[in-house]
């Protein structure tokens, strides 16, 4: 049973959700179930295992609840019997019990295999990003260029990337090798909702894109979404350089900051 369940936990982590797992770490006199009981509480409420059942582990999974919607993990302890305060049960005993929220891990997703999706790819490492790469050309596609790397899919961009599950915590840089395998890439995803999507390119091509997307009648609120032509205005024209000012965009729109100098700080 506990493999079961940690099989499930596994599951959902692997799909990118929060997942609650609830075990009683403590006990004193009479409790529905023992020290070490344990049950997972998914993102859809439903619920796999348990702690006992009844009123005690409804309240376990309001909690959990509660944690999930918070993304804080938490001790708690309960009151058994019937006293002002508790659960309002006849087992007479208490119970501790320690909630723990997995949350999703921040995923940069790389469409395309070139030199820019390698420079960006360890990049992405070094700050902790899971880590897939799209591409259609096989040697391109390599764990020597890649190593590490959580996820290589190789195939027809559109496809993979249509399948590919994908959510907030998802950063999506398109740096394939033409404009056309661009619009592509950021057709199928413009729709979704992403924490970050953005497609290199000029600014002539870029235009082009939107004015393609424009005839296509893509909604402008969703245009607006996109950071193109991509990348902090650094300097640089290496891969390297260019890697560093999408990641340093990225950063920037993930924790929600303008792009300045530490410096001016000191005038406000």
Known sequence: MEHMLLDKISEEIRKNKKVAWATITKIEGSTP???GAMMAIMEDGSIYGTVGGGTFEAVVVEQAKKCLQGGESKAFHFELNDEEGSLHMQ???TADVFIKIFQPKDRL???GGGHIAVELFKLGKMLGFYTVVFEDREDYLTYERFPDVDELLLGNIEEQLENYPMDEHCFVVIVTRGHRHDEVALMTVISRDLGYVGMIGSKNKVGYVMDQMSEKDIPQAWMKKVYAPIGLTLGG????EIAFSIISEIMAVKNGKKPGHMRD???E
Do not use: A
């Open 33 to 35: 179930r023992k020290e």
């Open 91 to 93: 087992c007479g005993g």
């Open 109 to 111: 997703l790389i469409v």
């Open 237 to 240: 024209e290496s891969p390297m």
């Open 265 to 267: 700080q000191m005038k």
